[in-house]
């Protein structure tokens, strides 16, 4: 790669790293910019997820307070984020970059159509069982919806955050700055799973990956630190307006 694609990454690595922090999608910004420097979607897919581990563990240790009082939640999830992030991974592998090209842009609306209807659909589960509006799942619970989240990040790194937090936002019932500190954790535990996965596929390209992956960590800790300050609609707004944006794109090309 030449030094201005190298400089393009990086930077978007650092836009992308601060928006996973802030919202969730900020891999919808450095999935399309490697692959329109011309690496191929798989080998695109897999560089974003090795490169922005330091993001995802920069934006956790930044929130880290959040976190306090959910550590059985970790213990929970982390060990189910652990075995999804492998599955998603064995499931890219066997997959021809063909499929998946044609796969993208519906991975990515579909992950936006969540995020935007997560509200409706907390809803429709609270009447579909008899609970108060107040009330919330068992923590335990949150293991079914979270596995499919984690195979579907080892799959697709582009928009695991927003599949995240979406699905922690239906399945538990608690504030969106604490349980986007959750999803921190939880996106950078599939994202580690992963990419000890790939570290031997021969699908890296490591020259982006290093650039981006410090990019991504100074990216990921300034934007864990604004994450308390945003009001949670503009979170979800950002994260609904970057990925709907990306899919068009992709639909067209």
Same mark, same amino acid.
């Given at each position: 790669?030449?030094?201005?694609?190298?400089?393009?990454?990086?930077?978007a690595?650092?836009?992308?790293?601060?928006?996973?922090?802030?919202?969730?999608g900020?891999?919808l910004?450095?999935?399309?910019?490697?692959?329109?420097?011309?690496?191929?979607?798989?080998?695109?897919?897999i560089?974003n997820?090795?490169?922005?581990?330091?993001?995802?563990l920069g934006?956790t240790?930044?929130?880290?307070?959040?976190?306090?009082? &959910?550590? $059985?939640?970790l213990?929970l999830?982390l060990?189910? =984020? *652990?075995?999804?992030?492998i %599955? !998603?991974g /064995?499931l890219?592998?066997?997959?021809?970059?063909?499929?998946?090209?044609?796969?993208?842009?519906?991975?990515?609306?579909?992950?936006?159509?969540?995020?935007?209807l997560q509200d409706?659909?907390?809803?429709?589960?609270m009447r579909?069982?008899?609970?108060?509006?107040?009330?919330?799942?068992?923590?335990?619970?949150?293991?079914?919806?979270?596995?499919?989240?984690?195979?579907?990040?080892g799959?697709?790194?582009?928009?695991?955050?927003?599949i995240?937090?979406?699905?922690?936002?239906?399945?538990i019932?608690?504030?969106?700055?604490r349980?986007?500190?959750?999803k &921190?954790? $939880?996106a950078f535990t599939?994202?580690?799973?992963? =990419? *000890?996965?790939?570290?031997? %596929? !021969?699908? /890296?390209?490591?020259?982006?990956?290093?650039?981006?992956?410090?990019?991504?960590?100074?990216?990921?800790?300034?934007?864990g630190?604004?994450?308390?300050?945003?009001?949670?609609?503009?979170?979800r707004?950002?994260?609904?307006v970057?990925?709907?944006?990306?899919?068009?794109?992709?639909f067209?090309?």
């Open positions: 790669m030449s030094s201005l694609q190298l400089l393009i990454v990086g930077l690595a650092i836009a992308g790293g601060a928006v996973n922090a802030l919202a969730g900020g891999t910004i450095t999935f399309p910019i490697l692959t329109a420097v011309g690496i191929p979607f798989i080998s695109a897919n560089t997820t090795v490169a922005l581990c330091p993001g995802y934006a240790f930044a929130q880290l307070r959040d976190l306090r009082g &959910q550590s $059985l939640r213990w999830l060990p189910t =984020s *652990i075995i999804g992030g %599955s !998603g /064995i890219l592998l066997y997959t021809s970059d063909r499929v998946f090209t044609r796969t993208v842009p519906y991975l990515i609306l579909m992950a936006v159509l969540l995020m935007a409706r659909i907390r809803a429709f589960l579909s069982t008899g609970k108060a509006e107040t009330a919330s799942f068992h923590d335990a619970w949150s293991i079914l919806p979270v596995l499919p989240a984690a195979v579907y990040g799959y697709f790194g582009a928009g695991v955050s927003i995240i937090i979406a699905v922690l936002c239906v399945a019932k608690d504030s969106i700055i349980l986007n500190a959750l &921190q954790a $939880l599939i994202n580690v799973a992963a =990419s *000890i996965f790939f570290l031997f %596929s !021969g699908h /890296i390209v490591w020259s982006a990956a290093l650039v981006m992956a410090v990019g991504a960590l100074i990216g990921g800790a300034l934007g630190r604004l994450a308390g300050r945003i009001k949670p609609q503009t979170l707004t950002i994260v609904i970057i990925g709907t944006a990306v899919a068009l794109y992709y067209i090309r």
